[in-house]
């Protein structure tokens, strides 16, 4: 019999950075702990749009990190935001390695991610919101191959 990390990765659990924040950490720990043994993949969404700590990082240890779309938007209008979202990106990349970002509205926003290393992106840039059909018209009418059309890095 297969043990649960044997499994393959059938779901993932977003765990929001504001959860950690007015939870206790033992409690969400203990379910951290329940959903891995389940075989799900923890991801920690939003980390740094609300009061976030990087001991968060060391007790949940995500699989992966979306940067809060707030810190995203404020990359195309100025420098100082560009070094912090690089700087969180290096930092996150040190306790996981995907590092994704929500938010992501224009192609200079996945340039400018995607020059500090982030990997990963959602929004508007990917697409717009859709009904459960059109994204079935969507996937159907595309290649397996051709889903993601952001070629890393950008040119």
């Not at 329940?34 to 699989?63: E, H, Y």
């Not at 390695?97 to 020059?115: D, F, K, R």
């Not at 929004?123 to 009904?131: E, L, R, T, V």
């Given at each position: 019999?297969?043990?649960a990390r044997d499994l393959?990765?059938?779901?993932?659990?977003e765990l929001?950075?504001?959860v950690?924040?007015?939870r206790k950490?033992d409690?969400?720990?203990?379910?951290v702990?329940?959903?891995r043994?389940?075989g799900?993949k923890?991801i920690?969404?939003?980390?740094?749009?609300?009061p976030?700590s990087?001991?968060n990082?060391l007790?949940i240890?995500?699989?992966?990190?979306?940067?809060d779309a707030k810190?995203?938007?404020?990359i195309?209008h100025s420098?100082?935001?560009?070094?912090?979202v690089?700087?969180?990106?290096e930092?996150c990349?040190s306790?996981?390695s995907?590092?994704g970002?929500v938010?992501?509205?224009?192609?200079?926003?996945?340039?400018?991610?995607?020059?500090?290393?982030?990997?990963?992106v959602?929004g508007?840039?990917?697409?717009?919101?859709?009904?459960?059909s059109?994204?079935?018209?969507?996937?159907e009418s595309?290649a397996?191959t051709?889903?993601?059309?952001?070629?890393?890095?950008l040119?």
């Amino acid at each position: 019999m297969s043990k649960a990390r044997d499994l393959p990765i059938r779901f993932a659990f977003e765990l929001s950075d504001t959860v950690l924040f007015e939870r206790k950490i033992d409690d969400t720990l203990a379910s951290v702990a329940k959903l891995r043994a389940l075989g799900a993949k923890i991801i920690l969404d939003g980390f740094g749009g609300a009061p976030c700590s990087v001991s968060n990082l060391l007790n949940i240890k995500p699989d992966q990190v979306k940067l809060d779309a707030k810190l995203v938007r404020q990359i195309v209008h100025s420098n100082k935001s560009r070094q912090r979202v690089a700087s969180l990106i290096e930092i996150c990349s040190s306790f996981c390695s995907h590092v994704g970002a929500v938010g992501v509205e224009t192609p200079e926003h996945a340039e400018i991610l995607s020059q500090a290393g982030c990997r990963e992106v959602q929004g508007y840039f990917i697409a717009k919101p859709m009904s459960a059909s059109d994204m079935a018209s969507v996937f159907e009418s595309r290649a397996r191959t051709d889903v993601v059309p952001i070629p890393y890095p950008l040119s």
